[in-house]
């Protein structure tokens, strides 16, 4: 009678255990905010130039982060923003308010973060480096998406990779080939093995990373400086547009790879552009 009494005892113990921990691998926060956490590690960001979709400026090229951190398994929703700053910024506004939040711009995500961290009474929240996310998108692939390599370049039928993990240009609308596209609510595709939701498709997503644009013949796009070969936790401060990665629910396959670089000016706002946070440990 002991003993059961004991395993009793712990068994609740453990299930009883409060969901903000650094010793758990997840934690929600008050806002609802589920986060995973991201072993450091190294891993090759670019890529090769037999991808279909490469970009001059994908060099592929070796990236160590030295430091794991916690990164949100979904892009910030409507239901999220308004609960903390009272308002949905969003154009594409959708009853359900598990739909990410849109046409939002670096400036306004930046200063969300910057009312979360007092909300929460901490400095830890923040946009994650393009370094960092492309290493959590990726999740330990080599290929175009982090489950398999691109097989469609068009919007008329669904790429059998990608429609398992994201929302665009072959899935997101009415009509086939599709039309009226728009996005989705998150968590309603598959996870990729970290268990992060729409890293490819659904809304766009502002990065840390400032970047040069560049516009030479055949060659236009952003331009860091952190493209280089064994650089540690790399992070672009040069330059008057911001990074964003991950392509969007309008967008054609190529545009979703885990590679895939574009950027705007810090206050554009576009129906397609959202977000999502880190928490550093």
């Known amino acids: 009678m002991k003993k059961t009494m004991i ?3 712990l068994f609740f113990c453990l299930i009883l255990q409060p969901e903000y921990s650094h010793a758990m691998e997840a ?8 986060f995973v956490l991201i072993q450091s590690g190294s891993f ?6 037999s991808e279909p979709g490469h970009r001059w400026n994908e060099k592929v090229h070796k990236v160590r982060i030295s430091r794991s951190f916690y990164m949100m398994d979904t892009e910030v ?23 990410p939040v849109n ?11 910057r009312v979360l961290n ?3 009474n901490t400095s830890k929240y923040r946009l994650p480096t393009e370094a960092e996310w492309e290493y ?15 097989t469609q370049l068009t919007c008329t039928k669904p790429d059998p990779v990608l429609n398992k993990i994201a929302w665009y240009c072959g899935n997101s609308g009415e009509q086939n080939p599709p039309g009226k596209f728009q996005p989705h609510r998150v968590r309603t595709k598959m996870p990729n093995a970290w268990g992060l939701y729409d890293m ?7 990065v840390q990373d400032s970047c040069v644009w560049k516009h030479w013949t055949g060659k236009t796009g952003p331009v860091t400086d952190t493209y280089k070969n064994n650089v540690v936790d790399p992070v672009s401060f040069k330059g008057k547009h911001k990074i964003i990665r991950g392509g969007g629910w309008y967008q054609k396959p190529v545009f979703l790879r885990s590679a895939q670089r574009s950027f705007y000016k810090p206050v554009a706002k576009r129906n397609s552009l959202g977000f999502r946070i880190v928490r550093e440990r």
């Open 7 to 9: 395993f009793l005892l």
């Open 27 to 34: 934690f929600t926060n008050s806002l609802g905010m589920r």
């Open 44 to 49: 090759s960001m670019g890529s090769p130039e």
């Open 77 to 99: 929703t409507q239901g999220q923003w308004k609960k903390l700053v009272g308002f949905n910024p969003s154009s594409l506004k959708f009853k359900n308010i598990d739909y």
């Open 103 to 113: 046409t939002v711009s670096w400036n306004q995500c930046v200063e969300f973060i």
């Open 118 to 120: 007092k909300f929460e």
């Open 136 to 150: 959590a998108c990726r999740a330990g692939s080599r290929t175009a998406f982090s489950n398999g390599n691109l």
């Open 200 to 206: 490819h498709g659904n809304v766009q997503e502002w």
